[in-house]
């Protein structure tokens, strides 16, 4: 017999709200009878409450990642597609658009995420992401060739680095 009960969740009826129900916790996969007795010995039992385990999450193949397209920028994408779990999902904390289980993650910026997808009755799977980008643009200069007097015959050479090339001067 079960004996981890505990009085926390508040009656959903508006017109008992001074009473706490009880729930039990912690309980695993299986079927369960539940009897309940008033102060006046009466009682009741409910059997077959069946507490099923949902299908685990697993990826429907490898995420599609869009990598950021600069250094500081939040462009960066990861699409994929989950089974298991119970629908619908959600994502909290990134721009996301979920269709049944197609999940759309944007807005991501060059790092490691592991994204946590939950389903509706409160079960996580993680997905981890690394999105990259190009090193950060910089260019040097090397002057080649010194203007002569008055004239406009120097050469100035650019060395740009980081980013993508080719680059447009």
């Known amino acids: 017999p079960l004996t981890s009960w505990r009085r926390a969740a508040r009656d959903p009826n508006p017109r008992r709200t001074t009473r706490l129900l009880p729930i039990a916790e912690g309980l695993?996969?299986?079927?369960?009878?539940?009897?309940?007795?008033?102060?006046?010995?009466?009682?009741?039992?409910?059997?077959?409450?069946?507490?099923?385990?949902?299908?685990?999450?697993?990826?429907l193949g490898p995420p599609k990642i869009t990598h950021a397209t600069c250094f500081d920028s939040n462009d960066g994408s990861v699409s994929f597609?989950?089974?298991g779990g119970t629908k619908p999902y959600e994502i909290e904390g990134f721009e996301s658009t979920i269709t049944g289980g197609k999940v759309d993650v944007s807005g991501l910026n060059r790092g490691q995420y592991d994204l946590e997808v939950k389903d509706a009755v409160?079960?996580?799977?993680?997905?981890?992401?690394?999105?990259?980008?190009?090193?950060?643009?910089?260019?040097?200069?090397?002057?080649?060739?010194f203007a002569?007097?008055?004239?406009?015959?120097?050469?100035?050479?650019?060395?740009?680095?980081?980013?993508?090339?080719p680059y447009i001067l």
């Open 81 to 83: 597609e989950l089974v």
């Open 122 to 145: 409160g079960c996580s799977f993680f997905v981890p992401v690394k999105i990259e980008s190009p090193e950060p643009i910089s260019i040097e200069f090397e002057i080649e060739r």
């Open 28 to 59: 695993p996969t299986g079927v369960y009878a539940v009897t309940i007795t008033d102060k006046g010995g009466c009682e009741i039992v409910i059997e077959n409450l069946e507490i099923k385990t949902s299908i685990p999450f697993s990826l």
């Open 148 to 165: 002569c007097g008055g004239l406009a015959n120097g050469t100035l050479l650019s060395i740009p680095k980081g980013g993508v090339s």
